[in-house]
Protein backbone atom coordinates (compact mmCIF):
# COMPACT_ATOMS: atom_id res chain seq x y z
CA UNK A 1 0.00 0.00 0.00
CA UNK A 2 2.96 2.43 0.74
CA UNK A 3 4.31 1.74 -2.40
CA UNK A 4 1.48 2.25 -4.32
CA UNK A 5 0.65 5.76 -2.29
CA UNK A 6 4.23 6.34 -3.21
CA UNK A 7 3.91 6.15 -7.11
CA UNK A 8 0.46 7.87 -7.48
CA UNK A 9 1.96 10.91 -5.44
CA UNK A 10 4.66 10.84 -8.03
CA UNK A 11 2.22 10.18 -10.98
CA UNK A 12 0.37 13.66 -9.41
CA UNK A 13 3.33 15.74 -9.29
CA UNK A 14 4.60 14.97 -12.94
CA UNK A 15 1.06 16.05 -14.46
CA UNK A 16 1.12 19.09 -12.12
CA UNK A 17 4.86 19.73 -13.68
CA UNK A 18 3.16 19.31 -16.98
CA UNK A 19 0.77 21.43 -16.55
CA UNK A 20 2.23 24.02 -15.32
CA UNK A 21 5.04 23.98 -17.80
CA UNK A 22 2.95 23.90 -20.57
CA UNK A 23 0.81 27.18 -19.37
CA UNK A 24 4.22 29.11 -18.78
CA UNK A 25 3.60 31.32 -21.82
CA UNK A 26 5.66 34.83 -22.49
CA UNK A 27 3.82 37.73 -21.44
CA UNK A 28 2.93 39.39 -24.51
CA UNK A 29 1.27 42.84 -23.09
CA UNK A 30 5.26 43.64 -21.74
CA UNK A 31 6.06 43.36 -25.57
CA UNK A 32 3.14 45.53 -26.94
CA UNK A 33 3.34 48.35 -24.55
CA UNK A 34 7.59 47.99 -24.56
CA UNK A 35 7.39 48.11 -20.97
CA UNK A 36 6.79 45.67 -17.93
CA UNK A 37 4.11 47.09 -15.41
CA UNK A 38 3.93 45.37 -11.71
CA UNK A 39 1.95 46.59 -8.69
CA UNK A 40 3.68 46.01 -5.12
CA UNK A 41 1.70 46.11 -1.65
CA UNK A 42 2.00 47.23 1.69
CA UNK A 43 0.22 48.23 4.47
CA UNK A 44 -0.17 49.60 8.34
CA UNK A 45 0.88 46.52 10.70
CA UNK A 46 -1.50 45.52 13.37
CA UNK A 47 0.62 46.22 16.35
CA UNK A 48 2.51 49.01 15.96
CA UNK A 49 1.67 52.19 13.92
CA UNK A 50 4.44 53.19 11.38
CA UNK A 51 4.11 56.38 8.68
CA UNK A 52 2.91 56.65 5.43
CA UNK A 53 6.55 57.21 3.93
CA UNK A 54 7.81 53.74 5.64
CA UNK A 55 4.60 52.01 3.88
CA UNK A 56 4.93 53.95 0.97
CA UNK A 57 8.70 52.49 0.69
CA UNK A 58 7.87 49.26 1.44
CA UNK A 59 5.22 49.21 -1.00
CA UNK A 60 7.61 50.09 -3.35
CA UNK A 61 10.27 47.25 -2.61
CA UNK A 62 7.71 44.96 -3.34
CA UNK A 63 7.13 45.81 -6.74
CA UNK A 64 10.85 45.58 -7.46
CA UNK A 65 10.79 42.28 -5.79
CA UNK A 66 7.61 41.47 -8.42
CA UNK A 67 10.15 43.41 -11.50
CA UNK A 68 13.02 41.33 -10.86
CA UNK A 69 11.30 37.70 -10.76
CA UNK A 70 9.61 38.48 -14.18
CA UNK A 71 12.38 39.77 -15.65
CA UNK A 72 14.20 36.71 -14.87
CA UNK A 73 11.05 34.98 -16.84
CA UNK A 74 11.68 37.26 -19.69
CA UNK A 75 12.99 35.90 -23.31
CA UNK A 76 16.51 37.64 -24.33
CA UNK A 77 16.34 35.86 -27.66
CA UNK A 78 16.20 32.70 -29.16
CA UNK A 79 17.51 30.02 -26.66
CA UNK A 80 17.56 32.61 -24.22
CA UNK A 81 16.15 33.86 -21.13
CA UNK A 82 17.02 36.56 -18.95
CA UNK A 83 17.73 34.41 -16.00
CA UNK A 84 20.18 32.55 -17.76
CA UNK A 85 22.29 35.46 -18.72
CA UNK A 86 22.47 36.64 -15.37
CA UNK A 87 24.36 33.51 -13.86
CA UNK A 88 26.57 33.56 -16.97
CA UNK A 89 27.91 37.38 -15.87
CA UNK A 90 27.73 38.89 -12.94
CA UNK A 91 27.82 42.39 -13.53
CA UNK A 92 24.94 42.44 -16.40
CA UNK A 93 22.82 42.14 -12.09
CA UNK A 94 24.61 45.62 -11.43
CA UNK A 95 22.93 47.25 -14.75
CA UNK A 96 19.60 45.18 -14.06
CA UNK A 97 19.73 46.57 -10.47
CA UNK A 98 20.22 50.81 -11.93
CA UNK A 99 17.44 49.91 -14.51
CA UNK A 100 15.04 48.81 -11.36
CA UNK A 101 15.99 51.63 -8.94
CA UNK A 102 15.56 54.14 -11.90
CA UNK A 103 12.03 52.71 -13.43
CA UNK A 104 9.19 55.49 -13.25
CA UNK A 105 6.87 54.81 -9.81
CA UNK A 106 3.74 55.75 -9.28
CA UNK A 107 1.84 55.43 -5.36
CA UNK A 108 -2.06 55.38 -4.86
CA UNK A 109 -3.48 56.30 -2.03
CA UNK A 110 -4.63 53.64 0.87
CA UNK A 111 -7.80 52.28 0.03
CA UNK A 112 -10.51 51.78 3.62
CA UNK A 113 -8.03 48.83 4.32
CA UNK A 114 -5.30 50.69 4.69
CA UNK A 115 -3.02 48.95 2.07
CA UNK A 116 -0.67 51.26 -0.17
CA UNK A 117 -0.22 50.52 -3.88
CA UNK A 118 2.70 51.28 -5.78
CA UNK A 119 2.96 50.48 -10.00
CA UNK A 120 6.66 50.25 -10.94
CA UNK A 121 6.93 50.73 -14.85
CA UNK A 122 10.30 48.67 -16.38
CA UNK A 123 10.92 50.25 -20.02
CA UNK A 124 12.43 48.01 -22.69
CA UNK A 125 13.82 50.39 -24.77
CA UNK A 126 15.43 53.68 -23.73
CA UNK A 127 18.79 55.11 -22.20
CA UNK A 128 18.24 53.60 -19.15
CA UNK A 129 16.11 50.18 -19.87
CA UNK A 130 16.13 46.50 -20.11
CA UNK A 131 17.91 46.64 -23.55
CA UNK A 132 20.55 49.01 -23.06
CA UNK A 133 21.23 47.20 -19.69
CA UNK A 134 21.11 43.55 -21.51
CA UNK A 135 22.29 43.98 -24.62
CA UNK A 136 25.80 42.53 -24.11
CA UNK A 137 24.60 39.30 -23.30
CA UNK A 138 22.56 39.50 -26.84
CA UNK A 139 25.73 40.32 -29.02
CA UNK A 140 27.31 37.13 -27.36
CA UNK A 141 26.78 34.16 -29.67
CA UNK A 142 25.28 30.73 -28.76
CA UNK A 143 27.23 27.73 -27.86
CA UNK A 144 27.38 26.15 -31.00
CA UNK A 145 28.09 29.21 -33.01
CA UNK A 146 31.06 30.33 -33.80
CA UNK A 147 32.86 33.08 -32.19
CA UNK A 148 32.75 35.26 -35.41
CA UNK A 149 29.08 34.73 -36.04
CA UNK A 150 28.29 38.44 -35.07
CA UNK A 151 31.45 40.13 -35.14
CA UNK A 152 29.70 41.92 -38.94
CA UNK A 153 26.50 42.13 -40.23
CA UNK A 154 27.44 42.06 -43.78
CA UNK A 155 30.37 39.02 -43.35
CA UNK A 156 28.12 36.58 -44.76
CA UNK A 157 24.53 38.39 -46.19
CA UNK A 158 24.95 39.17 -50.47
CA UNK A 159 23.21 42.13 -51.85
CA UNK A 160 24.22 44.92 -53.57
CA UNK A 161 26.05 47.10 -51.54
CA UNK A 162 26.28 49.99 -54.59
CA UNK A 163 22.03 50.67 -54.32
CA UNK A 164 20.51 53.10 -51.82
CA UNK A 165 18.93 52.68 -49.30
CA UNK A 166 15.22 51.87 -49.66
CA UNK A 167 13.17 54.98 -49.61
CA UNK A 168 10.04 53.51 -47.04
CA UNK A 169 10.72 54.05 -43.45
CA UNK A 170 9.08 50.92 -41.84
CA UNK A 171 8.79 46.93 -42.75
CA UNK A 172 6.21 45.17 -41.74
CA UNK A 173 6.41 41.50 -41.05
CA UNK A 174 3.41 39.52 -40.30
CA UNK A 175 3.93 35.96 -38.95
CA UNK A 176 0.35 35.28 -37.49
CA UNK A 177 0.45 32.14 -39.22
CA UNK A 178 3.19 30.79 -37.35
CA UNK A 179 4.20 30.22 -33.48
CA UNK A 180 6.22 33.54 -32.89
CA UNK A 181 7.30 34.20 -29.73
CA UNK A 182 8.92 37.97 -29.05
CA UNK A 183 11.81 38.37 -27.38
CA UNK A 184 14.10 41.37 -26.57
CA UNK A 185 16.65 41.07 -29.18
CA UNK A 186 14.33 39.57 -31.97
CA UNK A 187 16.95 37.86 -34.55
CA UNK A 188 16.61 37.86 -38.78
CA UNK A 189 18.19 35.19 -40.87
CA UNK A 190 18.74 34.86 -44.48
CA UNK A 191 17.36 31.02 -46.03
CA UNK A 192 21.06 30.23 -45.31
CA UNK A 193 21.26 31.04 -41.74
CA UNK A 194 23.80 34.14 -42.08
CA UNK A 195 22.65 37.01 -39.75
CA UNK A 196 20.93 39.73 -41.18
CA UNK A 197 20.28 42.42 -38.51
CA UNK A 198 19.74 42.54 -34.47
CA UNK A 199 18.81 45.85 -32.66
CA UNK A 200 21.85 45.24 -30.56
CA UNK A 201 23.86 45.69 -33.64
CA UNK A 202 23.19 49.60 -33.61
CA UNK A 203 26.18 52.01 -32.38
CA UNK A 204 26.31 53.06 -28.76
CA UNK A 205 25.53 56.50 -28.35
CA UNK A 206 22.22 55.95 -30.09
CA UNK A 207 21.39 52.28 -28.65
CA UNK A 208 18.34 51.88 -27.76
CA UNK A 209 16.85 55.67 -28.26
CA UNK A 210 13.66 54.12 -29.52
CA UNK A 211 12.60 50.45 -30.32
CA UNK A 212 13.85 49.53 -33.71
CA UNK A 213 12.01 45.94 -33.48
CA UNK A 214 8.53 46.97 -32.53
CA UNK A 215 5.53 44.16 -31.74
CA UNK A 216 1.60 44.28 -32.31
CA UNK A 217 -1.64 42.14 -33.07
CA UNK A 218 -2.94 44.21 -35.64
CA UNK A 219 -1.76 44.38 -38.93
CA UNK A 220 -4.20 47.79 -39.14
CA UNK A 221 -1.99 49.15 -36.48
CA UNK A 222 1.10 48.22 -38.02
CA UNK A 223 0.60 50.57 -41.19
CA UNK A 224 -0.94 53.23 -39.21
CA UNK A 225 0.53 56.63 -39.45
CA UNK A 226 2.68 56.29 -42.89
CA UNK A 227 1.17 56.84 -46.74
CA UNK A 228 1.36 52.90 -48.37
CA UNK A 229 4.60 53.70 -50.09
CA UNK A 230 6.11 54.48 -46.87
CA UNK A 231 5.98 50.96 -45.81
CA UNK A 232 6.98 47.57 -47.01
CA UNK A 233 5.39 44.16 -46.19
CA UNK A 234 8.75 41.78 -46.28
CA UNK A 235 7.75 37.95 -47.11
CA UNK A 236 9.27 36.06 -44.03
CA UNK A 237 8.55 32.81 -42.16
CA UNK A 238 9.17 31.45 -38.28
CA UNK A 239 10.92 28.48 -38.59
CA UNK A 240 9.12 25.22 -36.55
CA UNK A 241 12.15 25.20 -33.68
CA UNK A 242 13.01 28.65 -33.81
CA UNK A 243 10.22 30.57 -32.85
CA UNK A 244 11.70 34.07 -31.68
CA UNK A 245 13.87 34.53 -35.26
CA UNK A 246 12.77 35.53 -38.21
CA UNK A 247 14.09 33.93 -41.97
CA UNK A 248 13.65 36.83 -44.35
CA UNK A 249 12.40 35.02 -48.03
CA UNK A 250 15.17 35.31 -50.71
CA UNK A 251 13.08 37.29 -52.75
CA UNK A 252 13.13 40.32 -50.44
CA UNK A 253 16.47 39.79 -49.05
CA UNK A 254 18.22 42.60 -50.98
CA UNK A 255 15.97 45.24 -50.14
CA UNK A 256 16.00 44.32 -46.55
CA UNK A 257 19.66 44.07 -46.04
CA UNK A 258 19.79 47.12 -47.40
CA UNK A 259 16.89 49.26 -45.12
CA UNK A 260 19.36 47.32 -42.08
CA UNK A 261 22.44 48.85 -42.87
CA UNK A 262 20.52 51.82 -43.42
CA UNK A 263 18.89 51.75 -39.70
CA UNK A 264 22.74 50.67 -37.92
CA UNK A 265 24.51 53.94 -40.19
CA UNK A 266 21.92 56.39 -39.03
CA UNK A 267 20.30 55.04 -36.28
CA UNK A 268 18.81 58.41 -35.43
CA UNK A 269 16.35 57.97 -38.79
CA UNK A 270 12.67 57.15 -38.07
CA UNK A 271 12.97 53.87 -39.62
CA UNK A 272 11.47 50.86 -37.71
CA UNK A 273 10.85 47.12 -38.34
CA UNK A 274 7.00 45.78 -37.21
CA UNK A 275 5.95 42.51 -35.98
CA UNK A 276 2.95 41.15 -36.71
CA UNK A 277 1.65 38.18 -34.28
CA UNK A 278 -0.81 36.21 -32.74
CA UNK A 279 -0.41 36.10 -29.21
CA UNK A 280 -2.73 33.26 -28.69
CA UNK A 281 -1.74 30.89 -31.10
CA UNK A 282 0.64 28.91 -29.44
CA UNK A 283 -1.88 28.53 -26.63
CA UNK A 284 -4.44 27.29 -29.70
CA UNK A 285 -2.29 24.85 -30.97
CA UNK A 286 -1.16 23.52 -27.28
CA UNK A 287 -4.50 22.43 -26.72
CA UNK A 288 -5.92 19.14 -27.57
CA UNK A 289 -8.66 19.43 -30.15
CA UNK A 290 -12.29 17.47 -29.45
CA UNK A 291 -13.05 14.74 -30.64
CA UNK A 292 -15.48 14.76 -33.47
CA UNK A 293 -18.46 12.53 -33.47
CA UNK A 294 -17.99 9.99 -36.52
CA UNK A 295 -20.59 10.17 -39.14
CA UNK A 296 -22.46 6.65 -39.93
CA UNK A 297 -21.95 5.04 -43.02
CA UNK A 298 -24.36 3.96 -45.35
CA UNK A 299 -23.44 0.36 -44.59
CA UNK A 300 -23.54 0.55 -40.94
CA UNK A 301 -27.23 2.17 -41.08
CA UNK A 302 -28.43 -0.42 -42.82
CA UNK A 303 -27.21 -3.16 -40.45
CA UNK A 304 -28.31 -1.20 -37.66
CA UNK A 305 -31.82 -1.45 -39.69
CA UNK A 306 -31.71 -5.06 -40.20
CA UNK A 307 -30.68 -5.76 -36.59
CA UNK A 308 -33.90 -4.32 -35.25
CA UNK A 309 -36.59 -6.77 -34.16
Not at 114 to 134: H, N, Y
Not at 160 to 172: I, M
Not at 272 to 277: A, G, H, L, P, R
Amino acid sequence: MKFLAKAILVIVCMFSACSLRAENFVDSNAFLQQKLEVFGLAGTPWESETSYDEERSRAWMDALHHAYERILGLPLMEGKQVAHVLQENAALKERLGLVLMSAPKTFFQPDISGMVRCRVDVPLTGKISLRSALYLAALRPQSMQPTSFLASWTSGVKFDEKLPAPKFNRVVIDVRAFNFEPSLFPRFFDASGMLIFQEAMIPQSERFSRPAVRFVTDIKAARAGLAEDETFTLAAHINELYSRDVVVEQSDLDVFARFCRDMVQTPLRQREIVIVFDPDRLRKTGRLKKSEKKAETSAESTKKQEAKP
